[in-house]
């Protein structure tokens, strides 16, 4: 479903991923973990080319991503669900959901809200169509960006950090969703420090350090038996 | 004899005051054309300041740059005399819409940039990351969001540009200031100084200090709007 072969990419003279090679497959829930600076958010912002890799080449579903073709083929595969929300401030909760659907893939007004209603009682956020995103909470807002993203009805959903900008309290609301979400045959590359949904919803677990992949297996083999001294230490600063 | 006091001069500026009327009306003409040029270059180089192509953003710099940076009235000169010492005069009225269309298109390009750029940067991931094209992107996600920064400075940049009619008379314009100038200099008219700068300045006032104002009171609601949006966005962070 997504292949990265080879990726690398510099900002600067700063070698932030190293010939990143990974592949997941159709309807697999990846996690990606690692401490900050180790390249996890620019390997997901990779796949849906919000960074362009200095080298090496990125696959949709056999098809390489690039520069030409990215709008189109982020716009038929791939939503994304970002750590700071990003919701279009100027415009309604509905109209957040229904602008993609309407002018990118050419939905009727009244196919847009039925579909952007459906996923506002995913989220279990029907009531606050009509409101501005700015009068809701952080654990909301999430929730509405990712029904927003599942509006797009795309395969593939990406997950930079979603629950590290938000207060604790709601964090367990966001990953409730998430949970809810990694039942559907969605494929879901998540990049968290939320250690126990890891454990719940990963199929695979990978784990970067300095812009390498440096472990992956099951969630099982992370928590119980990780082979790598880093990652160990890593996860016994995490799980508390 | 110029005297603020002379009926004299008044009655003066009164008989001829379809002279100011005319000049009223040669400068709001000249202002609107401007306006529209003003607009298209504006926008144009607006956007191509804050695009991709480091190309297009250099080409945007050099043409703010240059025409910020050297007086309007050596920009007209040049546009007038230029072209009229190779014989391809453009006429006095096309010098002077496209000599202060250029030179405000180049301030309204600053605004529009500043505009853009005020916006978040997750903004444009978003829409990226949703499969938006650059054109959409714009016209659904980010313009919408900038217009409010953009539009109280926009309006002054309109009043600078009707002011700067003015300038219209090295080249010997028709607008509201050459004709006054002519009025006061005239052989039969000459003489009435203070009535007839006095009107001219009151026509300038009419027409500006409304836009000013407008402004001003955009900015201000937008500042409310802004206060209430926090109040309530705080308020649910509470609740």
Known sequence: ?240 | MSGLLSADAWAKVWTYRSTFLLGLLNTVETALFALILAFALGILFGLMATCGSKILRGIARVYVELIQNTPLLLQLCFLYYALAFAGKSLGILVTGIIALGVYTGAYMSEVIRAGIQSIPKGQFEAAHSQGFHYGGMMYHIILPQSIKIILPPMVNQVVNLIKNTSCLYIVGGADLISLTYSFVTGANTGGAYAPAYLVSGLLFFIICFPLSNLASKWENSLKMREKERAVAAAAAAEG
């Open chain 1, 1 to 240: 479903m997504i292949k990265l072969v080879n990726v690398n990419k510099f900002f600067g003279d700063l070698h932030v991923l190293k010939d990143v090679n990974l592949e997941v497959a159709e309807g697999e829930k990846l996690v990606i973990i690692g401490p900050s600076g180790s390249g996890k958010s620019t390997t997901v912002r990779c796949m849906n080319f919000l960074e362009e890799p200095t080298s090496g080449h990125v696959y949709i579903n056999g098809k390489e991503i690039t520069n030409k073709n990215k709008t189109k083929m982020v716009r038929d595969n791939i939503s994304m669900v970002f750590q700071q929300f990003n919701l279009y401030p100027h415009l309604t909760v509905l109209k957040n959901l229904t602008l993609a659907p309407m002018k990118l893939h050419h939905k009727s007004k009244k196919e847009a809200e039925e579909l952007a209603y459906h996923y506002l009682d995913v989220v279990g956020l029907r009531d606050k169509a009509h409101v501005y995103p700015s009068t809701l909470s952080g654990g909301q807002q999430q929730r509405i960006a990712i029904a927003r993203a599942l509006c797009a009805q795309t395969k593939i959903i990406l997950f930079d950090e979603p629950t590290s900008a938000l207060d604790p309290e709601t964090i367990q609301e966001v990953l409730d969703v998430m949970i809810k979400l990694a039942k559907e045959n969605i494929t879901m590359v998540v990049v968290t420090h939320e250690m126990g949904f890891a454990r719940q919803v990963a199929d695979r677990v990978v784990f970067m350090h300095r812009g390498e992949i440096i472990e992956e297996g099951t969630p099982e083999h992370f928590f119980v038996n990780p082979e790598n001294e880093r990652v160990r230490q890593f996860l016994g600063k995490i799980i508390r």
